[in-house]
């Protein structure tokens, strides 16, 4: 589903604050997979989304989605088979729209748009259907201003039109890190809900372990930019986060790795 063939990307290259974020990156993710991305700060997780994406375009190497090369295909070209969550729950909503105008946005991606007032009453119905699914209550605040939500509300909004549509591949960039442990929960145990009621192929970035053990079907760590374990199936379900952190090299009184 996703290939990445030896991709190299390097930032600022040729001066003293050269640094290469993906080096040689070899990666494929079949149709189906949820698969966890840890690794330290600098390891190259952020700058593997944005490769896949299409925000940043590798110096070498080829990047295939669904048998298609896109390696040079803008990010905006991709957006109509892509969703992608920011750890800032401010990024992926509009403040001044309602929550009715923000899902209408999403509904729109990669379709052609014409002049057209208001929301047709069917997708206004099927918006409430789904938003009933978050359990947060917003089906009945339709009208109301997305600025009016708590952060937690916010992401799971994102995440509900980041998937309104099925896309092909779902991207989390740590989407739960900016929220309190509480509403980081209950923002994984929808994520969980919707990847796994669509079998959603899905790439999630996270500096927590136990997210990284505990979701998916694979699981990778990267190290200054390249690959340096991988883990699926029943050696994924065995793993504790002792057994990650000795294979990180990392000492466990280390909060950042274990948070």
Sequence with gaps: MVKLEKIKKIFKKGTVDEKVALDGLDLHIDKGDFVTVIGSNGAGKTTLLNIISGTYFPDEGEVYI????????????????????FQDPLLGT??????EEN??????????????????KARREYYKKMLAMLNLGLENRLKDSVSLLSGGQRQSLTLLMATLTFPKLLLLDEHTAALDPRTA?????????IVSENNLTTVMVTHNMNQAIRYGNKMIMLHEGRLKFTASGEEKLSLTVEEVVRRFGADLKDEALLC
């Design 66 to 85: 669904d048998g298609q090369r896109v390696t040079h295909l803008p990010e905006h070209k991709r957006a109509k088979f892509l969703g992608r969550i």
């Design 94 to 99: 509009a403040s001044s729209m309602t929550i």
């Design 103 to 120: 899902l209408a946005m999403a509904d729109l991606r990669g379709k052609k748009r014409g002049l057209r007032r208001g929301v047709p």
């Design 185 to 193: 929960q209950l923002v994984m145990d929808l994520t969980e809900k």
